[in-house]
């Protein structure tokens, strides 16, 4: 932080300069002029915000080594709507200690900024513009200006103390945490600071005390789950966890009353939609008792994975955390100066892939059930755990191309290596190239579209074997064919499932039979 002996002829200089304006503002406030005075009533809010900013930056902590860039509200001394939001503001805060004034605040100093911008020069298509300011509006400007800097001029200030210089540095530290930031703007926060009547001071203090309690008995609930003993019996699997992750889909629309089914008849995964998100979907995971301390991490890791796993493969889509979202342009606004217009020049084609407009129905959450079910079972053998282990790197690969890094060659290659591996982890294939195109007769030469199915396989076998060995290929290497190597993959895997399952049906009848029961419970 600053020294406060060393702003304060800053900010007088400001305040000294924005009453000169608002003098200048009234000698012209006259017909034909009202334009211009509005324009110099802005500059004084303008000055006065600039004070503003400069008190405000120098509480902020400095840096602590040269190297260090440390946070400042200088990079906006040249923002006109930026200083007269402070000059606006900051009386509005003191009489209302109300942080929602702040959206306030930002309209009229944009609407005064705009209005200013509008009317002060001659535009050749409307040369009546500047009359549109009206004298009613000036002096209110003119008013407002006079408010704010008499209101400023009328501070005093002091040097903070040790104390409150350290809590404000911890403020600045935590209002950049993003997991602080959303708690110390959450609604009970607000109501706090508005209880103590715009006690700043105390509001900062009362918030690192509640952190700081906070941090103190997350650390102690890690201790006791470390130390927690582990229950036998029916009791470790009793409910302990809810762990929820978010997902994206390139490739289907979520309807939110497609999962009630779902979450009727699995217990332990809940599938919640997002409202007005019809591309994204929670997933909610119940662990049990048994599982404590630095366990959670691994176990909750392995089920989304092998969950994320099942839903790509059984709808053969795409869903992961996220998509590609850079995937035709890389800019954000493009103007061309001479048109005074706006440009949209783009990628062609966009780095996605053409999925159509899918929708996710009944039977396709029931498809995941069941390849959750044999991807569980395959996570047992090693061989066939690292099948889905690398199937879903390359998915994640697949999720990083953008413009700024374009994978689809080597995102084809890969898929059609998860391929080998498959069919190598599963007993289908000895891994020799050229018993391969047999090997594919013989496992897809079932069911409507065989013919053309196989083909289609054999046709991204050698596009990518093309690609991998830097040979020209029949064409270009898109995202489109990717997405085709990623369902060769998912029609291989939901094959293999089709075999399992009436397998493990008779499986769990046996047992279930075995049990005294009729095999239906819990299905």
Same mark, same amino acid.
């Given at each position: 932080?600053?020294e406060l002996?060393?702003?304060?002829?800053?900010?007088?200089?400001?305040?000294?300069?924005?009453?000169?304006?608002?003098?200048?503002?009234?000698?012209?406030?006259k017909p034909g002029? *009202?334009?211009?005075?509005?324009?110099?009533?802005?500059?004084a809010? &303008?000055?006065?915000?600039?004070?503003?900013?400069?008190?405000?930056?120098?509480?902020?902590?400095?840096?602590r080594?040269?190297?260090? &860039?440390?946070?400042?509200?200088?990079?906006?001394?040249?923002?006109?709507?930026r200083?007269?939001?402070?000059?606006?503001?900051?009386?509005?805060f003191?009489?209302?200690?109300?942080w929602?004034?702040?959206?306030?605040?930002?309209?009229?100093?944009?609407?005064?900024?705009?209005?200013?911008?509008?009317?002060? *020069?001659?535009?050749p298509?409307?040369?009546?513009?500047?009359?549109?300011?009206?004298?009613?509006?000036?002096? %209110?400007?003119?008013?407002?200006?006079? /408010?704010?800097l008499?209101? &400023?001029e009328?501070?005093?200030?002091? &040097?903070?103390?040790?104390?409150?210089?350290?809590?404000?540095?911890?403020?600045?530290?935590?209002s950049?945490?993003?997991?602080?930031?959303?708690?110390?703007?959450?609604?009970?926060?607000?109501?706090?600071?508005?209880?103590l009547?715009?006690?700043?001071?105390?509001?900062?203090?009362?918030?690192?005390?509640?952190?700081?309690?906070?941090?103190?008995v997350?650390?102690?609930? %890690?201790?006791?789950?470390?130390?927690?003993? /582990?229950p036998?019996?029916?009791?470790?699997?009793?409910?302990?966890?809810?762990?929820?992750?978010?997902l994206?889909?390139?490739?289907?629309? /979520?309807r939110?009353?497609?999962?009630?089914?779902?979450?009727?008849?699995?217990?332990?995964?809940?599938?919640?939609?997002i409202?007005?998100?019809?591309?994204?979907l929670?997933?909610?995971?119940?662990?049990?008792?048994?599982?404590?301390g630095?366990? /959670?991490?691994?176990?909750?890791?392995?089920?989304?994975?092998?969950?994320v796993?099942?839903?790509?493969?059984?709808?053969?889509?795409?869903?992961?955390?996220y998509?590609?979202?850079?995937?035709?342009?890389y *800019?954000?606004?493009?103007?061309?100066?001479?048109?005074?217009?706006?440009?949209i020049?783009?990628?062609?084609?966009?780095?996605?892939?053409?999925w159509?407009?899918?929708?996710?129905?009944?039977?396709?959450?029931?498809?995941?059930?069941?390849?959750?079910?044999?991807?569980?079972?395959?996570?047992?053998?090693?061989?066939?755990?690292?099948?889905?282990?690398?199937?879903?790197?390359t998915?994640?690969?697949?999720?990083k191309?953008?413009?700024?890094?374009?994978?689809e060659v080597?995102c084809?290659?890969?898929?059609?290596?998860?391929f080998?591996?498959?069919?190598?982890a599963?007993?289908?294939?000895?891994?020799?190239?050229?018993?391969?195109?047999?090997?594919i007769?013989?496992?897809?030469?079932?069911?409507?579209?065989?013919e053309?199915?196989?083909?289609?396989?054999?046709?991204?076998?050698?596009?990518?074997?093309?690609?991998?060995?830097?040979?020209?290929?029949?064409?270009?290497?898109?995202?489109d064919?990717?997405?085709?190597?990623i369902?060769?993959?998912?029609? *291989?895997?939901n094959?293999?499932?089709?075999?399992?399952?009436?397998?493990?049906?008779?499986?769990?009848?046996?047992?279930a039979?075995?049990?005294?029961?009729?095999g239906?419970?819990?299905?």
């Amino acid at each position: 932080m600053r020294e406060l002996k060393d702003v304060q002829p800053i900010i007088h200089a400001c305040h000294v300069a924005a009453g000169k304006l608002v003098d200048a503002a009234n000698a012209v406030t006259k017909p034909g002029s *009202y334009h211009i005075a509005y324009h110099l009533a802005a500059l004084a809010l &303008e000055e006065v915000g600039k004070a503003t900013i400069v008190l405000v930056d120098s509480r902020l902590p400095q840096p602590r080594s040269k190297d260090e &860039e440390g946070p400042s509200l200088l990079k906006w001394i040249d923002d006109h709507e930026r200083k007269l939001f402070w000059a606006i503001w900051i009386p509005i805060f003191y009489n209302s200690s109300d942080w929602k004034t702040i959206p306030r605040a930002m309209d009229v100093a944009r609407n005064i900024h705009e209005t200013r911008i509008n009317t002060l *020069y001659i535009d050749p298509e409307d040369l009546n513009i500047p009359s549109t300011i009206t004298e009613e509006q000036v002096k %209110g400007l003119i008013d407002l200006a006079n /408010i704010c800097l008499q209101m &400023e001029e009328a501070k005093t200030f002091r &040097e903070l103390t040790d104390e409150e210089k350290a809590d404000l540095e911890w403020f600045f530290d935590a209002s950049q945490s993003p997991e602080l930031r959303p708690l110390i703007f959450s609604k009970g926060s607000m109501e706090k600071q508005a209880d103590l009547k715009g006690e700043q001071g105390n509001w900062i203090r009362w918030l690192r005390e509640t952190f700081e309690e906070m941090e103190r008995v997350n650390i102690q609930l %890690g201790l006791d789950e470390i130390n927690r003993p /582990i229950p036998e019996g029916e009791e470790a699997l009793g409910d302990k966890f809810l762990m929820t992750i978010k997902l994206e889909s390139w490739s289907h629309s /979520i309807r939110p009353g497609q999962l009630k089914k779902w979450n009727e008849g699995i217990d332990k995964i809940k599938l919640l939609p997002i409202k007005n998100k019809n591309r994204e979907l929670l997933v909610q995971f119940t662990l049990p008792k048994l599982f404590k301390g630095k366990e /959670i991490y691994p176990v909750g890791y392995q089920n989304c994975i092998l969950f994320v796993a099942a839903l790509n493969i059984a709808t053969t889509g795409f869903f992961w955390w996220y998509v590609p979202r850079f995937v035709s342009r890389y *800019y954000e606004k493009l103007y061309d100066i001479e048109l005074k217009t706006d440009l949209i020049v783009e990628r062609h084609p966009p780095l996605e892939a053409q999925w159509g407009h899918l929708a996710m129905k009944e039977e396709s959450y029931n498809r995941v059930g069941g390849v959750w079910t044999f991807l569980a079972k395959c996570a047992e053998y090693p061989h066939k755990a690292a099948f889905i282990n690398r199937y879903m790197a390359t998915l994640g690969l697949m999720a990083k191309n953008d413009i700024f890094g374009q994978f689809e060659v080597m995102c084809l290659v890969e898929f059609m290596n998860v391929f080998r591996s498959g069919l190598f982890a599963f007993g289908d294939w000895d891994g020799k190239e050229d018993t391969l195109e047999a090997i594919i007769d013989q496992i897809f030469h079932r069911g409507p579209n065989a013919e053309e199915i196989v083909l289609w396989v054999k046709d991204t076998i050698a596009l990518a074997k093309d690609a991998a060995m830097n040979r020209p290929t029949v064409r270009p290497i898109t995202v489109d064919e990717v997405a085709k190597a990623i369902v060769v993959i998912d029609l *291989y895997v939901n094959l293999k499932v089709n075999e399992f399952m009436p397998l493990a049906l008779a499986e769990f009848k046996k047992k279930a039979e075995a049990a005294g029961t009729d095999g239906t419970a819990g299905a």
